[in-house]
């Protein structure tokens, strides 16, 4: 059963220039699949969650596999491995694949989406994920605490969310620090290069 992601005026909001679309025939990973034309294509503007290898694919092979889907996308240039990287919806409608699996707590928001509307819809569909504890957020370990160091540090590689207090932010040239600790060469802190702090500005929430 699909768990709706936001209204279709809402998803409209991550709708870029067009990038044609087509049946798809495989699922690859948890945000990758590919067409029958044999294009592959990876979903823009989320991260896949932490699961197990049999389950990695379930959620996106539910929702596409043997659709037709449409792509858009601010560009079409293919990432290293040849994957095209694209918003995708279902069909000719205003399903946001990527919302859909946001809604299911299957997905996380990327921190690489600048679009300040396309970034509303998607952390809207996964705060109602983590309201409901779907997927992902009906673990407890799924947020992490920035009071446990060496608990986020056992996830290094992997996207993870942390939620704690900043006690200090500091500036040094062209990077913000924020300090969730009081010794900051061993607590958890965050970096913020200027180039991103608009997106900060823009009123996205963080944990």
Do not use: H
């Amino acid at each position: 059963m699909l768990v709706a992601a936001a209204s279709p005026a809402d998803a409209a909001g991550c709708s870029f220039e067009p990038q044609g679309g087509g049946r798809v025939a495989a699922v690859i990973d948890a945000r990758s699949f590919r067409l029958q034309d044999g294009r592959e294509v990876r979903l823009a503007g989320i991260e896949p969650v932490a699961a197990e290898k049999a389950d990695r694919t379930s959620a996106l092979s539910a929702i596409v596999t043997g659709r037709e889907v449409t792509l858009s996308g601010e560009d079409d240039t293919p990432d290293r491995y040849g994957r095209q990287p694209a918003f995708v919806f279902l069909g000719s409608s205003d399903a946001l694949v990527q919302g859909l699996l946001l809604a299911q707590g299957q997905a996380l928001v990327s921190a690489t989406v600048t679009d300040k509307g396309c970034a509303s819809v998607l952390t809207a569909a996964e705060a109602a994920a983590r309201q409901a504890k779907r997927g992902t957020w009906a673990d407890p370990a799924a947020i992490k605490n920035a009071e446990s160091p060496g608990d986020i540090l056992a996830g290094i590689g992997r996207f993870t969310v942390v939620e704690g207090k900043v006690l200090s932010v500091r500036q040094a040239g062209a990077t913000t620090y924020l300090n969730f600790g009081r010794n900051w060469t061993r607590d958890f802190a965050v970096t913020i290069s200027r180039r991103m702090l608009g997106g900060i500005r823009g009123g996205r929430n963080c944990p």
